[in-house]
């Protein structure tokens, strides 16, 4: 009987990692939203990362949180890297593609709580009216490769 429940034991454990195996390496997950401000605002404070803390939810999420900033600001090669609690962990951003007002993609790092490597894009697009009742769209796209466990 021990042998019976070993033996399909072993199968069941065999099939679920047969299953996981034969799953994508990748992922990539793509947020829309309109905003009612002109893409040059938006790409202001997306391509300046001294500016997140006015809208990033992850800014707030640790009070003592440690940034440091390097490169160009705003522009390609600016660099941001934050060490805080378990809640924000901690990681590097760098800007990769700077193309104004449209634009952004970034190579984004996580160390702690562990470790990832993505990238991120956002994109812009207006609905041509300069008045102050502009709408931009606003689309997120984050994309990473699984670790390897090998």
Request: no cysteine.
């Amino acid at each position: 009987m021990f042998e019976k429940i070993a033996g399909t034991l072993a199968v069941l454990i065999i099939a679920v990692l047969g299953y996981a195996l034969s799953l994508p390496d990748t992922f990539r997950v793509e947020r829309t939203i309109s905003i009612r401000m002109a893409p040059e605002k938006i790409y202001a404070r997306i391509s300046d990362f001294r500016r997140w803390e006015e809208w990033s939810p992850w800014e707030n999420r640790d009070p003592m949180m440690k940034r440091t900033y390097r490169g160009i600001v705003p522009g390609r090669g600016s660099a941001y890297a934050w060490e805080g609690n378990d809640s924000v962990g901690a990681g590097t951003m760098e800007i990769i593609v700077a193309e104004p007002p449209n634009k952004i993609g970034i190579k984004l790092d996580i160390t702690r709580p562990f470790e990832a490597h993505n990238t991120a894009e956002f994109t812009l697009t207006g609905n041509g009216d300069r008045s102050e009742e502009h709408t931009s769209e606003l689309q997120s796209r984050l994309q990473s490769r699984m670790p390897s466990s090998a």
